[in-house]
C-alpha cells in the first residue's frame, strides 16, 4: 500500500517529458527465425537462424550474433540485415575457435563460458562493431578495411596483464577475465564490463584503462561487489549501462568513466516480489537478462530472465519505473510483474487495470530482449520452454519467433 | 580353462560383428579445391554402379563470396570418377543446400537459388549417370514470389516428387510439392500447397522418401505448439503419407511424429519398400539422445519398436514405438543424423561427442534390419570416422544390397570443411 502511495506521488511529480511514456503505444511483428525453420539468410522473415543479440548502426543496418542453430550448417556467426531487409552471414567460419583476419574465415568462441552464455554485439558510428569474445576473454571488432574487405580482429583483451583501478596498458595486453559484456558509444568509445571490474577504451583503441571495481551498493553488506552481467547498451550521449542477474542491479558508466548503481535493489532469497515498479533504486528486478537504451538517453528498457516482461527504467532515477503489458501501453504495477504473468497474447484492444488490481491486463511475455534498432525500437524472443512465439488477437501467431516491439508513431 | 574358451569366443563373436561393418577409406572428392568450405553433402545411386554425390561449395557471404552446386561421381567401390567436380550452375547469385534423388535413368538435384537477389527459389538440373548435365543453370521448380527454399527430392516410377517449404501466399512457410518428369522437355513446375483436411500444411524443413506405391512426407510445424506456454511448449514433427495421381498430389493422412524435448533436433526420413523409417534427436535434463520409429508404408501405422529397451520414455518418447538409436549419453548425439534403406536393412550415421571434454564428435554407423531390429549394440557403435578432425552433416545412400556410400563433412589442416565418402558395406548382419 505505501510502496503504490510512493509510486502514485512520484508520477504526480514528474515533470511533463516524464508522463509522455505513458502515452506511447507499442506493437509487435515478425522480424526473424521464422516458425518451422528456413534458410540460413535472405529474406529476414523467411530466414530460420535464431540469433542471441543484436545491434544497430545509423545506417539502418542491423548486426546479429548468431549461436548454435541446430538446424543451421554451422555456428558462431555475425549477422548483418541491410536496410533492404536481406540478412547475410558477415563473419564467421561456422565453427568455434579463435582466428583473427578475412571475416569468412575468422573464427569465435562467444557465449562459451560466459554466465548463462550470454554475448552481446555493438556498433559505432565509425563502422565498426565490436562483439564479446567470451571464450577467448578478449573483445573483437568486425570492420571493413581499406580494399573493402571484411576483417576481423582482437580490440582489447586476450593478455595477460591484469589491472587494477586506474590501471592502463595497450588493449591487447590487458588480461580480461569473466563474462564479458560490452557498450560502444557513438564516437567508439568501448566500455568492457567484467564479473568484478569495469574498463574504458577510447575510440582509438590505443590504451585500456581499468575504472576499478563495481559500486559498492551492487554488492550485499560486506561483500565485494560481484556483477554478472548479460546486457549493455550504450545511449547516444555515450552513456554505457550493464544490467546484471546476481545481484539484479542496473549500473551506468558516464563517457567520463564514473560507475553508478542506477536501478535494482540487492535482495536475497526470499525474492520481494511484493515490490513491484516504482523509483529505480527502489525496484526490484527478477534475474535480469538483457537491457537496452532508449537512444536519446531518457531511460533503459530492462528484460527480466524470471519475469517474461519489459520494464521501462528512467534514467533520471526520480520518476518510477514501469511494465509494458499486453496491450502494448506502460503500466505501474503495485506488486512484482512476475505475479502478473499471463499468455503470452498480444491484445491492443484490451483496456482495464493490471492482474494484480483483478483487471485483464498482464505483462507482455519477453524473455530476452535481444536489441534495439537505431530508432529505438526493441526486438524480443521468448524462451523455447515457457512458449513459441507471440500471438496477436485477431491475428494468430507471428510468423517468426524472433520479433520486433515497434514502438507505434503518433 | 572354460574362461579362456569364454575369451576366445567372445572374440571370435566381435571378429565377426566387425567384420561385418565393412568401412572402406575416406576418398576426398575434390583434392584440388579452392581454399572455401564445402558443406551439406547429399547423395544418390543409380541402381546400377554410380553414386552422385552433391554439395555446397562456399558460403555466402555479406560483399564477399557465394556459394554454388557441385556434384562428383563415384563409382561402387568408392573411386572417384570425376577429377574436377561437375558444376551445374553458373547463375550469379548463391545456390545452395543441394538434394539429389535418381529414377528413370537420370539424377535430379535440386537446391534454392538466390541469383534474383530478393528472395529465393527452388531450381532443379537432370545429370545422367555419365557425368552429362542435361540442364545448365537449372530448370525452374519454383520460382514464385517471396521465398521458396530448402527442397528434397525423392524418386519414383514416373515422376521425381520435390517439396519444399514456400511464403508465398502466406506469412508462415507452407509445404509445397511437384512432380518433375525425368524425360521430358525441361518446364517450370511451380508446384502447388499440400492440403489435408482442408487445411494447408504449414511448417518447413521437409523430408520426402519414396515407399512402395507413395511418398512419405516429413517436416515440422512451429504453429503446432501451445500458446500456453508450459511443458505442451513443444515443436510438433509430422509425417504424411503422399499418393499422385496423374499431375495431382494427395495427401493420405497426417499423423505426429515422435520428438524430442521441444523438437528441436534435426528430423531425418528414410523407405524401403515396406517401411519408412523417421529418425530425430531429443534431450531432457542435458541428455542428448537418438530415436526413431518405423512406419507401415500401407497403413501408414507406426510399427511396435521390436527391440528391448533398458530405458523407457526417455526424454519423453513412447519406446512402444520410438527405437533408440543411441543410448542417452551426455553428452550425446550432435545433429544432424542421417537415414537410408537398401531395402534389407536401414542405416543411421549419428555424430556423438567422445567424452563431456574431448571436443573428437566420432561419426559411427548403426545397422537396423527391415522391421527395425537393432543390429549394433547402441552402446558401442561401430565408428565410421574418429572424429581427430572436425566431422559432421552425414548423408547416406544405397548402393547394392548391404552397401551403402556415406558422404561427410571433415575439417583439413587449413580449417576447411571438406565432402569426403566411404563405401560401408553392412551384408554380413549378425
Redesign the interface.
Known sequence: MLRTAVAVIVLLMAPLHAADWRAEQWTVE?FTA??????D???V??V?ASLWSMTADQEGNLYLVVGRD??G??EQYID?V?PKG?R????G???L?Y?DGP???A?FRMGVGAYYGYANIQADDRGNVFVGDNGNNCVRRIF?DDG???RVATWAGGGKRKLKAGGSCPPREAAIEGTIIIAAAPDGRLTIATTYQCYQVPPDGQTLTCLGEWPPSCARPARRPTLHCCGGDCDRQGNAIFVARTPDVAVQVTPEGKMSHMAGIVASHPKPHHVGDGPPLAAYFDTPSSAFAAPDGSCIYVCGGDEYDVRRVPTDRTTTTATLVRNGRWYVMPVHPNRNRG???FDPSLTGKSRAEKGPLSNL?VAPLVGRDAEGNLYGKIN??????Q?VAGKG?L?T?VFRIRRVAK | MLQSSVLTLGLLLSTSVAAAMDVGQAVVLWPGAPPQ?Q??PACAFDGKGTFLVVWQQG???????DARVLAARIAADGTVLDGEPLALCAAEGSQ??PRVAFAAGVFLVVW?D?RNG???DVRAARVRPDGKVLDADGIEVATGP??Q??PDVAGGPEAFLVAW?D?RSS???EVFAALVPPNDEPRPAGGAPLVHDGKHL????VHVARARDLWFLA?????A?????GPT?R?TRLLARVSASGDRLQVMDVRRAPRGT?G???ASLAASPTRAFFATGGSQRSVRCAMGAMYDAATGQPIRNPNTETRSNSAGWNTEHAIVLLEPLVPGVQ??MAVASDGEHFLVAIRQRAARRDPRQPLRLLRLDASGRRLDDVKALPVLDPGQR?CS?PALAAGQPGSFLVAYQS?DAG?C?RVVARVASVAQAR
Do not use: C, N
Open positions: 515478425p521464422a516458425m518451422g525453420g528456413g534458410p539468410w535472405g529474406p522473415e523467411a530460420g541446430l538446424d550448417e554451422g548483418i541491410t536481406i547475410y552471414h558477415l563473419a567460419s561456422g565453427m575457435g582466428r571475416a569468412p574465415q573464427q571493413k573493402g574487405t571484411w499468455p503470452a497474447r511475455v523455447r520452454w515457457t512458449a513459441m512465439t500471438d501467431l510468423s519467433r | 568450405h558443406l551439406l558460403r555466402k557471404y555479406f560483399e564477399g563470396e545452395e543446400r534454392q538466390f530478393e528472395d529465393w517471396r521465398s527454399a530448402m517449404q511464403r506469412d508462415p512457410y504449414t511448417g518447413g524443413s517436416w515440422k510445424d512451429d504453429f505448439w501451445s500458446v500456453g506456454g511448449a515443436i521441444y528441436l533436433h534435426p545433429p544432424p572436425p552433416h575439417q580449417g570443411q
